[in-house]
């Protein structure tokens, strides 16, 4: 007869040829039938334990543990989740990328230069050194990544302090064309925000571009221009939500508003005593002379709220 201990006590089972050790979850009553059998068909497996190896049974809790379980291709689906990207994030790496750009044209100029100066010199010579020093030091300098081969290249050709060559065909505008047009395009972007007027959206912009290529005797329309401009020109313009505060500011700051503005507060000074008009003998900046002792007494408190000994207050806005 088992005693409380051993009941309450998992038997640990092993699959003979495998080394692994597992425990087995059945109850003592299970556990004790299967010890009777098997010593009651000792005999029948002794004659066959040569090669037979016996497997326990796998428990409950590993099988379920084994079904549940996702696939690791599965899981890495799930955790790639995409998501779309906004116009800000866009515009930023559309700029990071021009700045890249500039800043390997500029590191493969200089380079091309040095490596130039460095052929010229004897051999033999102090100063004279091998592509790779020359370009290991200008990308340290400029922290890029350019290749010996294709400086060595650029100076085999000829091409010193140029520009590297862009990839794919080659455009229908010539360089000087296109970089008018991109200050047109980002000028005409700052006036309208300067103006405090509504901006042209993605429907005009194309249509006004058209227009300006137009008038210049290429009378083919480009449908993808405006997306090139706007791309290149991404370092040069910030992409963000408008200020409705100062948008109404820009709005409302026209010459009649502002006129009738500094007219009014001329009229209230000299109503309230401050002053009087100034005369070409008072030599006075402005239009209004003020008596002695008066400008101290004028406080501005416009969009403020708080009290004079300024004990409590918060900021305007």
């Not at 980002?186 to 509504?198: D, H, I, K, P, R």
């Amino acid at each position: 007869m088992p005693t409380a201990d051993t009941v309450s006590r998992p038997v640990s089972q092993v699959n003979v040829g495998s080394g692994d050790t597992v425990t087995s979850t059945l109850s003592s009553a299970e556990q004790t039938g299967e010890l009777s059998d098997l010593s009651g068909n000792s005999n029948n497996s002794n004659s066959n334990n040569t090669t037979a190896s016996r497997v326990s049974a796998t428990p409950r809790r590993l099988e379920e543990e084994k079904i549940g379980k996702r696939p690791a291709d599965e899981e890495e689906t799930v955790s790639s989740k995409k998501s779309r990207r906004s116009s800000k994030e866009v515009q930023r790496l559309q700029a990071n990328f021009i700045m890249q750009t500039k800043n390997e044209s500029s590191a493969m100029k200089l380079a091309a230069s040095r490596i130039a100066k460095s052929n010229e010199l004897p051999k033999g010579h102090k100063d004279k050194r091998s592509i790779n020093t020359v370009v290991k030091e200008v990308n340290s300098i400029y922290n890029s990544n350019i290749s010996p081969k294709t400086a060595g290249t650029y100076v085999q050709k000829g091409r010193i302090n140029t520009s590297p060559l862009k990839r794919g065909p080659v455009g229908s505008f010539q360089k000087p064309i296109l970089d008018s047009l991109r200050w047109a395009y980002v000028s005409f972007m700052q006036l309208e925000q300067a103006e405090g007027l509504t901006q042209s959206s993605l429907k005009d912009m194309p249509k006004r571009v058209n227009a300006c290529v137009n008038h210049g005797w290429h009378s083919k329309q480009y449908p993808d221009l405006t997306k090139k401009l706007r791309n290149q020109t991404a370092h040069l313009l910030t992409v963000g939500k408008s200020n409705v505060q100062e948008h109404r500011r820009l709005q409302w700051t026209t010459h009649q508003n502002i006129d009738l503005w500094f007219s009014t507060w001329k009229e209230m000074l000299i109503d309230l005593g401050f002053g009087r008009e100034a005369l070409v003998s008072d030599s006075v900046d402005g239009e209004i002379f003020f008596f002695p002792n008066q400008t101290s007494r004028i406080i501005n408190v416009d969009e403020t709220d708080g009290l004079l000994d300024n004990t409590s207050g918060n900021k305007g806005g």
